[in-house]
């Protein structure tokens, strides 16, 4: 990274965040808040082993773009990808 750029530059670079929902010491929920108040815009794939419903529908209320069940194929990710970018 250039030292000159701002820590948050890459904000205006990243198109898409595949977030889990189950990480080590930080929930898929807070990761999502603190992503959008860094670039409200970012667009978000949810994905997870647990059903939609509960806090993944939560997560998806407060604006996350997308859900995509685990286990999943390649090409279903894909898929899915595609659709949010374009």
């Known amino acids: ?39 409200p815009e970012i667009r978000v794939l949810l994905s997870s082993g647990y059903s939609i419903e509960g806090q993944a529908q939560q997560i998806l209320d407060r604006g996350c773009n997308g859900f995509l069940p685990k286990p999943f194929h390649p090409e279903k990710l894909s898929r899915k990808v595609r659709e949010m970018l374009y």
């Open 1 to 39: 990274m250039d030292r000159r750029r701002s820590p948050f530059s890459w904000r205006k670079e990243i198109d898409l965040v595949i977030l889990d929902m189950i990480m080590l010491g930080i929930s898929g929920g807070e990761t999502f808040d603190r992503l959008r108040e860094i670039n």
